[in-house]
T-cell receptor
Framework: GQSLEQPSEVTAVEGAIVQINCTYQ??????LSWYQQHDGGAPTFLSY????GLEETGRFSSFLSRSDSYGYLLLQELQMKDSASYFC????????????FGTGTQLKVEL | DAMVIQNPRYQVTQFGKPVTLSCSQT?????MYWYQQKSSQAPKLLFH???????NEADTPDNFQSRRPNTSFCFLDIRSPGLGDAAMYLC?????????FGPGTRLTVT
């Protein structure tokens, strides 16, 4: 089976940098994605790594190392609105662009 | 704006009473998904459609069924809801690697 592990909770202060890690035990996937979900809201796409290395999108960066079965999401210049749950996901695997989601990390940004 | 729409946003049903959740999309994506998400957990894929081809996850209970009459609409039918089926149900679409989620329907079973 496929499993992706994330820390359950991370706390950081406004303006800081935080890294959310994702370790996985799976193979045969096309890429690693990250989704953000605010309480009561829908997941929204943040980034996608098809290749090893760093992808940067504004304040958010994401990294993938297939040889280490590891990825992370880096959030810079944290803002209060970044308080949310963050999920890594691998896929597509198999047909139909299926994603397998990680356990999720709740990020709390404090003043 | 192109989007994924779910109705209703909140649904209350009685134990054992069939319920249908609806999803529509204006993105014209060929893949649609239904996820179940319980509090503080990751979304769990129930099934997905690649065009009209239906794909059921191995651990999706038989109590859950789905219909996709056309590209734009997809329905989730819960034949006999139990208390354990109370959750947020998320519909999503994709064309490539990015999935677009609707706002979800929060189902309460009394």
């Amino acid at each position: 089976g496929q499993s992706l592990e994330q820390p359950s909770e991370v706390t950081a202060v406004e303006g800081a940098i935080v890294q959310i890690n994702c370790t996985y035990q799976t193979s045969g996937f096309y890429g690693l994605s990250w989704y953000q979900q605010h309480d009561g809201g829908a997941p929204t796409f943040l980034s996608y790594n098809a290749l090893d290395g760093l992808e940067e999108t504004g304040r958010f960066s994401s990294f993938l190392s297939r040889s280490d079965s590891y990825g992370y999401l880096l959030l810079q210049e944290l803002q209060m609105k970044d308080s949310a749950s963050y999920f890594c996901a691998v896929g597509p695997t198999g047909g139909g662009n299926k994603l397998t989601f990680g356990t999720g990390t709740q990020l709390k940004v404090e003043l | 704006d192109a989007m994924v729409i779910q109705n209703p946003r909140y649904q209350v049903t009685q134990f054992g009473k069939p319920v249908t959740l609806s999803c529509s999309q204006t993105l014209n994506h060929n893949v649609m998904y239904w996820y179940q998400q319980k509090s503080s957990q990751a979304p769990k894929l129930l099934f997905h459609y690649y065009d009209k081809d239906f794909n059921n996850e191995a651990d999706t209970p038989d109590n859950f069924q789905s219909r996709r009459p056309n590209t734009s609409f997809c329905f989730l039918d819960i034949r006999s809801p139990g208390l354990g089926d109370a959750a947020m149900y998320l519909c999503a679409t994709s064309r490539g690697y990015e999935q677009y989620f609707g706002p979800g329907t929060r189902l309460t079973v009394t």
